[in-house]
């Protein structure tokens, strides 16, 4: 298998508060909720970079694709991890995710290998982690 991973999705309890969320309290780029026509359609995708779009789509309805029963969630099975270029740029992230109504778990601190972060949950509870690591290079 080729890793060609494009879209991540996350399911929530309410679409609209999710959409507020990402799109006007972090700000990342939407057109808004889509496929609302559709019986369990409706979900909004965010540009995140090239080829990778984050997703929000209802857990019932993502649970009636999978044909899976909706279960409790637990923040921790995965966290997403949002690379910066450097220590400000976590503390300003975290700050503005805070703000937004996220729950900061673990604040901005000095990890034990050279790096710098900490870890948010967004109003579903997925877990976000907020990191600048020194071996990589990314540009603002």
Request: glycine share 8%.
């Amino acid at each position: 298998m080729k890793p060609r991973i494009s879209v991540i999705t996350l399911g929530v309890n309410d679409l609209n508060k999710s959409l507020k969320f990402y799109q006007d309290d972090l700000g990342l780029p939407t057109e808004g909720i889509v496929g609302q026509e559709f019986e369990h359609g409706a979900v909004a995708f965010f540009d995140l970079q090239p080829d990778l779009k984050l997703a929000i789509w209802k857990r019932t309805d993502l649970a009636h694709d999978t044909k899976m029963n909706v279960t409790p969630p637990s923040p921790t099975e995965f966290s997403l991890g949002h690379n910066v270029a450097n220590k400000d740029e976590v503390d300003r992230v975290m700050t503005q995710a805070e703000k937004a109504g996220a729950t900061v778990t673990v604040p901005a601190h000095s990890t034990f290998w050279g790096g710098y972060s900490g870890y948010f949950q967004d109003p579903d509870g997925h877990l976000w982690e907020v990191v600048w690591n020194p071996e990589w290079e990314f540009t603002t």
